[in-house]
């Protein structure tokens, strides 16, 4: 198997180096991508939300703000703390801080993902430039090799034209998949933030007012 691997990779010539490259750049951004957004910035949001609004509703402002801390790389809860600490203010100051809160944290969930799906296109385009290269090859091996040689050199640049191609899709495919993964789980964080900043805000509002919470409707 690794010397059938080996092979292939051998036979596609000099530009399967740089689509290798780039084939460790898209692993390394996938990693990173994974690890902050499911281990740092998502969090259960329904559950947080509930005790937030429990707390909120018992006039416990301090404590909802402490919840928050205890998920101090947590996106939702660093918004959600921004209208907390503007809880006894007006509706005006509330939604600022909420607003200026999510356009610092929005930026570092959609940072980095969409340079997957731009990976994957290179993969591509760099497997499509080694399949020409190998097809000029193979015309010239044709034209102008000698007759005892066209064949090992014509074999020898189809499977640089074959073999880079295939590798380009193989790391793009997957790579593009990873990016579709990752992009709804950025959509989702994001949907959360939005949701649940407006129904703080107007939890916030309605508390001062001594009306009914909107997260019970």
Do not use: W
Request: with cysteine; glycine share 6%; hydrophobic share 50%.
């Amino acid at each position: 198997m690794l010397s059938t691997m080996a092979k292939f990779y051998t036979d596609g010539g000099a530009f399967m180096h740089p689509i290798a490259v780039v084939c460790a750049l898209a692993v390394a951004i996938a990693v990173e991508r994974f690890i902050f957004l499911f281990f740092k910035y998502n969090i259960n949001a329904n559950q947080f939300m509930a005790q937030i609004q429990k707390l909120v509703m018992a006039n416990n402002i301090d404590r909802a703000i402490k919840l928050c801390n205890a998920a101090p790389e947590a996106a939702l809860p660093k918004v959600i703390k921004a209208g907390l600490t503007r809880a006894n203010k007006g509706e005006i100051e509330i939604a600022n801080a909420i607003e200026e809160a999510t356009l610092e944290v929005i930026p570092n969930i959609t940072k980095r993902t969409p340079t997957l799906q731009q990976v994957a296109n290179i993969a591509t385009l760099l497997g499509l430039l080694g399949t020409i290269i190998g097809l000029i090859e193979a015309f010239d091996a044709v034209a102008k090799a000698p007759p005892d040689q066209k064949t090992a050199m014509l074999t020898a640049s189809i499977a640089i034209a074959m073999n880079t191609t295939a590798f380009g899709l193989i790391v793009a495919i997957p790579t593009l998949g990873v990016f579709i993964f990752l992009n709804n789980t950025v959509k989702k964080i994001i949907d959360e933030i939005d949701q649940y900043s407006v129904k703080l805000q107007n939890l916030l509002v309605s508390r001062g007012k001594g009306s009914q919470s909107p997260l019970d409707r």
